[in-house]
């Protein structure tokens, strides 16, 4: 257990929908990475978050945004969903903005 | 941006000794790492290089050379276990030390 948390394990939407994936870091670790994992992607970076603010970006697309709120837990909302979002959407926190980063237990998302 | 190669597959058998290349181009190389990750699960730390040399923790070892822009990891004592994907992973300074990641390594340990 890496001390990383997410919420859902698992999301079945439609295409055309919106969903927010949520993660909560380990405690103490002030960045946030949010990953999707498709079986013909391998892991890909999306965002990453720092005490709140944008630090890095990724190939995210614009339909996909998120943020890291005071508590420093962080949400990624994905939206006009399509049938390619399917994916392993995984979270990493890290103490400081370029440490090791610990990968929480991913959402597994479904778009019919 | 990086390019991370690593081959597809792997099999080996219990008990034996296998070891996972990757090659890397980069500009601003600034760490490697090595994460296990078995089907459906989350990556799980393994092991960082930043120096060149040799990094052992227990039945996992692994080694960098920034010259060559190489690492590998050898996997000692196979178990069972240890049949899952291994994914190379570089921090790139001059990309926000952003992590790429490697397409990862599927080992299969046979009995």
């Known amino acids: 257990d890496s001390g990383v948390t997410q919420t859902p394990k698992h999301l079945i939407t439609a295409t055309g929908q919106r969903v927010t994936l949520r993660c909560s870091p380990r405690s103490g670790d002030l960045s946030v990475y949010w990953y999707q994992q498709s079986l013909d992607q391998g892991l890909q970076f999306l965002i990453q978050?720092?005490?709140?603010?944008?630090?890095a970006k990724g190939n995210i697309l614009e339909r996909f945004s998120a943020q890291q709120f005071p508590d420093l837990h962080s949400e990624l909302n994905l939206s006009s969903l399509e049938l390619g979002d399917s994916a392993l959407y995984f979270c990493a926190s890290s103490t400081g903005q370029s440490e090791t980063q610990y990968f929480g237990p991913g959402t597994r998302l479904l778009v019919l | 941006g990086q390019n991370i190669d690593q081959p597809t597959e792997m099999t080996a058998t219990e008990g034996a000794i296998v070891q996972i290349n990757c090659t890397y181009q980069?500009?601003?190389?600034?760490?490697l790492f090595w994460y296990q990750q078995h089907a459906g699960e989350a990556p799980t730390f393994l092991s960082y290089?930043?120096?060149?040399g040799l990094e052992e923790k227990g039945r996992f070892s692994s080694f960098l050379s920034r010259s060559k822009g190489y690492s590998y990891l050898l996997l000692k004592e196979l178990q069972m276990k240890d049949s899952a994907s291994y994914l190379c992973a570089v921090r790139d300074i001059s990309n926000d030390y952003k992590l790429s990641f490697g397409a990862g390594t599927t080992v299969t340990v046979r009995a």
């Open positions: 978050y720092y005490n709140g603010e944008e630090r």
């Open positions: 980069t500009s601003g190389f600034n760490g």
């Open positions: 290089n930043v120096l060149d």
